[in-house]
């Protein structure tokens, strides 16, 4: 899953990014209005933590400029504007979900799952295929029951592959939804997790579309 | 209680009262001086009708009213009384011919004598009888007056109380004023002689209203500027409770103390305006030489300077160079602009610190070689927790608010220009006479 957290404060920027990618997420980190722009122009996102108090135009102009664009991604505002007035502009202006500095970073991860698995249409947080499971909460993978070990980025994989079965996402889709801009990305990184995964959950589990990419069939 | 009504009531009652007692005393002179001439004519009259009277008849109707109370008694040339009229009463002897004023154990008399054909006539009148006519006279002027004081009393009472109603209303609608509602008290029905109290009311009003707004807007600013070093506390903490190994965890920390660190400093940057805003309380004005406190300044800046290699220094220094004013407070003020300055400027770069004076003014200045301020956000900076766009450095957005509110007090002027060397120069200007 790849995330852009759009906020001007360094200190809580450069903890948001650290809290995020510890809990599996890609997490780009922009500063400014500007950069957000560009940063969605070029890039698809799965979710978008957004703090109102930019520099220049800010967080509300940036929201309805993208709403305005019909750009559907769930953007979950984070502020410090608490009044119930501006809870509701922020609601009515297009966004998904509103949450008052100073967070909790686990509150704002749940709410962040929550926002994901609506936008997949599920109702349930687990996600079932089958005898296989995910919890994007606890990062559990279940098997027949058994819980498998899984490393973050092959959890990322797994999920993203899971959240839609059936259909294939080729390689540089996972890489876009695994990593950040600043990490370094491994010619064949996308590859080993594959392996890893087959390995761990038997080749039926991850199916390769010749061509394509890779994906979960929607039956084992 | 000192009241207004009460004072105007016994005033005036106590005016007319002395006027009407003047009145009284100027009607019953002016009637005794009339009763006098009057009867003076009239004793005068009596005594030449008796000239060819015979004695052995009847004077009644010479005498004519009882109540005049005329005496008259004749002698004939001998000497021998031949008529008195009231033997009862005690006349005075004739002394003159003509008026005359005698006393006797009967009061005071007045008698007209003469001569005709060897007798002597003298009518007589006491004195008191006039006195009882103008005292009657000046009574019935008075009687009016006396049984139209109470109405009268009633009407001050009325009317005085009519027209200090406004100021009743007044002391209402003062009365409802809270410091919620601080608008200002209506000056429509407002007596003219009330105007200059609610002038000085609404001008009270409208200060405190803003000192009260003023309070109102920074508790809010504050409140809502706090959040953002808290917010990044509670992640760096739960990151830090998060942290798996040993590396993890020292970065944890190590972010932890910056944001404890700036969270300190917006605070301590919030205490201090807030002890700068207006209406806290002028503070004891001294001499203070602008030399010592670049000095300070510098030298408390001069680790931090070195550490990010800037060349922090005085660039100029004028000893006569002093202002009346706090001594604490514009320490506070140079050390926000050095502070700024040293955050501001890139490494390798250089800030001057210099101070003069003329003869109409002392100044301080710190000018840097870092990226300036663009003249279009020039005022803007001064505004509370106003951050430029772009900064790397996390500041409290107060330092230059602070500097202004301590330059207010000191009826001095901030300028920000453009240094030689490109970047940021602030000048602080006192002015001598002030």
Redesign the interface.
Same mark, same amino acid.
């Given at each position: 899953m790849r995330l852009l957290v759009v906020e001007d404060d360094a200190m809580i920027g450069h903890s948001l990014r650290t809290g995020l990618r510890q809990d599996g997420y890609s997490v780009d980190w922009v500063r400014d209005s500007a950069a957000a722009e560009l940063a969605t122009a070029t890039t698809d996102y799965d979710a978008i933590l957004l703090d109102l108090g930019l520099p220049g135009k800010g967080g509300l102009e940036l929201l309805a400029h993208w709403r305005k664009q019909q750009n559907p991604v769930p953007v979950l505002i984070i502020t410090a504007r608490d009044s119930v007035a501006e809870r509701i502009l922020g609601l009515d202006t297009g966004a998904d979900d509103y949450l008052v500095k100073p967070f909790d970073l686990d509150e704002l991860s749940a709410r962040l799952r929550a926002l994901l698995r609506r936008r997949s249409g599920r109702a349930t947080p687990v996600i079932e295929i089958g005898p296989l499971s995910l919890d994007p909460a606890s990062h559990e993978v279940r098997l027949d029951g058994s819980e498998i070990n899984l490393s973050a980025r092959e959890f990322g994989i797994l999920h993203a592959l899971m959240e839609n079965p059936g259909a294939p996402l080729s390689r540089s889709q996972l890489e876009d939804r695994l990593y950040g801009w600043q990490e370094e990305i491994g010619s064949n990184a996308v590859e080993v997790h594959i392996h890893a995964l087959r390995r761990k959950l038997g080749s039926d589990w991850i199916r390769n579309v010749r061509g394509v990419g890779y994906m979960v069939p929607r039956q084992p | 209680m000192n009241s207004i009504r009460r004072k105007l009531l016994l005033t005036l009652i106590g005016a007319m009262s002395l006027v009407m007692v003047i009145g009284a005393w100027a009607t019953y002179s002016a009637a005794r001086e009339e009763a006098n001439a009057i009867f003076d004519y009239h004793l005068e009259q009596i005594a030449l009708s008796l000239r060819n009277q015979n004695f052995q008849g009847s004077t009644e109707a010479l005498v004519g009213e009882e109540s005049f109370e005329f005496v008259i008694r004749i002698w004939d040339r001998n000497g021998i009384e031949i008529y008195y009229s009231r033997p009862n009463r005690e006349l005075p002897g004739v002394a003159r011919l003509g008026y005359a004023t005698e006393h006797t154990r009967d009061g005071a008399w007045r008698v007209f004598a003469l001569q005709y054909r060897g007798l002597t006539i003298a009518v007589a009148q006491p004195l008191s009888v006039r006195a009882r006519l103008a005292a009657r006279a000046a009574l019935h002027t008075m009687i009016p007056f006396i049984l139209l004081l109470p109405l009268v009393a009633l009407l001050i009472w009325l009317v005085v109380s009519r027209e200090l109603r406004p100021l009743t209303d007044l002391a209402h609608s003062v009365a409802r004023r809270t410091p919620d509602a601080l608008d200002p008290i209506g000056e429509q029905g407002v007596p003219a002689e009330a105007w200059p109290l609610v002038h000085s009311l609404n001008d009270l009003l409208a200060r405190l209203q803003t000192a009260l707004q003023t309070q109102r807007d920074f508790i809010a600013d504050a409140a809502?500027?706090l &959040? $953002?070093? %808290? $917010? *990044? %506390? #509670? %992640? #760096?903490v #739960? %990151?830090l409770e &998060?942290a798996s190994d040993d590396s993890d965890r020292a970065a944890a920390m190590a972010?932890l103390k #910056?944001?404890l660190e &700036?969270s300190i400093h917006v605070v301590r940057q919030l205490l201090t305006l807030a002890r700068q805003e207006p209406g806290t309380g002028e503070p004891a004005f001294a001499p203070v030489r602008l030399a010592d406190l670049a000095t300070a300044s510098v030298a408390a800046h001069a680790a931090g300077a070195a550490a990010r290699q800037i060349d922090l220094g005085i660039a100029a220094s004028d000893p006569d160079a002093q202002v009346s004013g706090n001594a604490d407070a514009l320490r506070t003020l140079l050390d926000n602009l050095v502070g700024n300055a040293v955050r501001y400027t890139p490494a390798g770069g250089r800030i001057d610190v210099s101070c003069g004076s003329n003869d109409d003014q002392a100044w301080l200045e710190v000018s840097d070689n870092g990226p300036g301020i663009p003249a279009a956000e020039r005022e803007r900076v001064f505004d509370r927790f106003y &951050?430029?766009?772009?900064q790397?450095t *996390?500041g409290s957005g107060l330092g230059l608010a602070i500097v202004r509110a301590i330059a207010d007090k000191h009826a001095a002027r901030v300028e920000l220009t453009d240094a030689p060397g490109g970047g940021l120069r602030v000048r602080v200007e006192f002015r001598k006479n002030a």
């Amino acid at each position: 899953m790849r995330l852009l957290v759009v906020e001007d404060d360094a200190m809580i920027g450069h903890s948001l990014r650290t809290g995020l990618r510890q809990d599996g997420y890609s997490v780009d980190w922009v500063r400014d209005s500007a950069a957000a722009e560009l940063a969605t122009a070029t890039t698809d996102y799965d979710a978008i933590l957004l703090d109102l108090g930019l520099p220049g135009k800010g967080g509300l102009e940036l929201l309805a400029h993208w709403r305005k664009q019909q750009n559907p991604v769930p953007v979950l505002i984070i502020t410090a504007r608490d009044s119930v007035a501006e809870r509701i502009l922020g609601l009515d202006t297009g966004a998904d979900d509103y949450l008052v500095k100073p967070f909790d970073l686990d509150e704002l991860s749940a709410r962040l799952r929550a926002l994901l698995r609506r936008r997949s249409g599920r109702a349930t947080p687990v996600i079932e295929i089958g005898p296989l499971s995910l919890d994007p909460a606890s990062h559990e993978v279940r098997l027949d029951g058994s819980e498998i070990n899984l490393s973050a980025r092959e959890f990322g994989i797994l999920h993203a592959l899971m959240e839609n079965p059936g259909a294939p996402l080729s390689r540089s889709q996972l890489e876009d939804r695994l990593y950040g801009w600043q990490e370094e990305i491994g010619s064949n990184a996308v590859e080993v997790h594959i392996h890893a995964l087959r390995r761990k959950l038997g080749s039926d589990w991850i199916r390769n579309v010749r061509g394509v990419g890779y994906m979960v069939p929607r039956q084992p | 209680m000192n009241s207004i009504r009460r004072k105007l009531l016994l005033t005036l009652i106590g005016a007319m009262s002395l006027v009407m007692v003047i009145g009284a005393w100027a009607t019953y002179s002016a009637a005794r001086e009339e009763a006098n001439a009057i009867f003076d004519y009239h004793l005068e009259q009596i005594a030449l009708s008796l000239r060819n009277q015979n004695f052995q008849g009847s004077t009644e109707a010479l005498v004519g009213e009882e109540s005049f109370e005329f005496v008259i008694r004749i002698w004939d040339r001998n000497g021998i009384e031949i008529y008195y009229s009231r033997p009862n009463r005690e006349l005075p002897g004739v002394a003159r011919l003509g008026y005359a004023t005698e006393h006797t154990r009967d009061g005071a008399w007045r008698v007209f004598a003469l001569q005709y054909r060897g007798l002597t006539i003298a009518v007589a009148q006491p004195l008191s009888v006039r006195a009882r006519l103008a005292a009657r006279a000046a009574l019935h002027t008075m009687i009016p007056f006396i049984l139209l004081l109470p109405l009268v009393a009633l009407l001050i009472w009325l009317v005085v109380s009519r027209e200090l109603r406004p100021l009743t209303d007044l002391a209402h609608s003062v009365a409802r004023r809270t410091p919620d509602a601080l608008d200002p008290i209506g000056e429509q029905g407002v007596p003219a002689e009330a105007w200059p109290l609610v002038h000085s009311l609404n001008d009270l009003l409208a200060r405190l209203q803003t000192a009260l707004q003023t309070q109102r807007d920074f508790i809010a600013d504050a409140a809502h500027e706090l &959040r $953002t070093p %808290l $917010t *990044a %506390l #509670q %992640l #760096q903490v #739960q %990151l830090l409770e &998060r942290a798996s190994d040993d590396s993890d965890r020292a970065a944890a920390m190590a972010d932890l103390k #910056q944001g404890l660190e &700036r969270s300190i400093h917006v605070v301590r940057q919030l205490l201090t305006l807030a002890r700068q805003e207006p209406g806290t309380g002028e503070p004891a004005f001294a001499p203070v030489r602008l030399a010592d406190l670049a000095t300070a300044s510098v030298a408390a800046h001069a680790a931090g300077a070195a550490a990010r290699q800037i060349d922090l220094g005085i660039a100029a220094s004028d000893p006569d160079a002093q202002v009346s004013g706090n001594a604490d407070a514009l320490r506070t003020l140079l050390d926000n602009l050095v502070g700024n300055a040293v955050r501001y400027t890139p490494a390798g770069g250089r800030i001057d610190v210099s101070c003069g004076s003329n003869d109409d003014q002392a100044w301080l200045e710190v000018s840097d070689n870092g990226p300036g301020i663009p003249a279009a956000e020039r005022e803007r900076v001064f505004d509370r927790f106003y &951050r430029r766009s772009g900064q790397e450095t *996390a500041g409290s957005g107060l330092g230059l608010a602070i500097v202004r509110a301590i330059a207010d007090k000191h009826a001095a002027r901030v300028e920000l220009t453009d240094a030689p060397g490109g970047g940021l120069r602030v000048r602080v200007e006192f002015r001598k006479n002030a």
